[in-house]
Nanobody
C-alpha cells in the first residue's frame, strides 16, 4: 500500500519560510519523477516542483523559481520542499506526488499517487 505522508505546513507572513516533508513508502516501481502540486481555493491543481528521481535534477514552475527548492533523501525515502520568500498567492493545499511510470508531468493526469495534502497559508 502506497503511503505519502506530508508534514510541515502552517501559517506564515509574507516573506517567511516553510519546509514541507513527504515520507514515501509502498510504491513498487521506480518513478521517473516525484514532486509537489498545490491547489488554491477556487483554483485548479497545479504542479510547482518536480524532481528526477534517479539523479535529483529539480524542475520548477516559473512562479516559484528562485524561491522554492525541492530535494530528496533516498536513504530516508523522504522528499522536501523548502519554500522561501513566501507570497500570499502561494496559499494552497500542497500535495506530495509520485508520478506514473515514465512521467514527469506538470499536470494532474501524470500523477499516480497523491498524499493527503498539507495547508500552507501566507498572510500579507
Amino acid at each position: 500500500q502506497v503511503q505519502l505522508v506530508e508534514s510541515g505546513g502552517g501559517s506564515v507572513q509574507a516573506g517567511g519560510s516553510l519546509r514541507l516533508s513527504c515520507a514515501a513508502s509502498g510504491y513498487t516501481y521506480t518513478p521517473r519523477c516525484m514532486g509537489w502540486f498545490r491547489q488554491g481555493s477556487g483554483k485548479e491543481r497545479e504542479g510547482v516542483a518536480l524532481i528526477y528521481f534517479r539523479d535529483g535534477t529539480p524542475y520548477y514552475v516559473d512562479s516559484v523559481k528562485g524561491r522554492f527548492t525541492i530535494s530528496q533523501d533516498n536513504a530516508k525515502n523522504t522528499m522536501y520542499l523548502q519554500m522561501n520568500s513566501l507570497k500570499p498567492e502561494d496559499t494552497a493545499v500542497y500535495y506530495c506526488v509520485v508520478e506514473k511510470i515514465g512521467y514527469c508531468s506538470w499536470f494532474p493526469n501524470g500523477v499516480n499517487y497523491w498524499g493527503q495534502g498539507t495547508q500552507v497559508t501566507v498572510s500579507s
